[in-house]
């Protein structure tokens, strides 16, 4: 943390779980905005959708240890939002600021 306190390994934990659950449910909803106009922004999105629930089952079988974390899929979901984002679509601009904001927000991203 910024304030110099660690975070407990089970406030880690919770977050990390969110941080899981909130940018799939972001990236569904960028890929159902691109699903037509933009293919290949879809496929991306969905990559990054299907890497983060391989991610999500990794870490639910193996305990939450400090130190020892699989490591969250976030080249391929910045790679979706960065892609998005070039679209220069308000709608899917403002769907992946949203994401890259959660994912600040939850300290995947510094």
Known sequence: RTDGWPLSMETAAKNHVLLCQETESELR??????????????????????KIRQHRDVVDKEPFQE???????LDEVLRAILMACETFQQKIVLLSLSCLQRLIHRRALK
């Open 67 to 73: 130190g020892r974390v699989a490591e969250f899929p």
């Open 29 to 50: 909803e960028l890929c159902l905005e691109c699903r037509k106009k933009y293919p290949i922004i879809k496929e991306y999105t969905e990559k990054a959708i299907l």
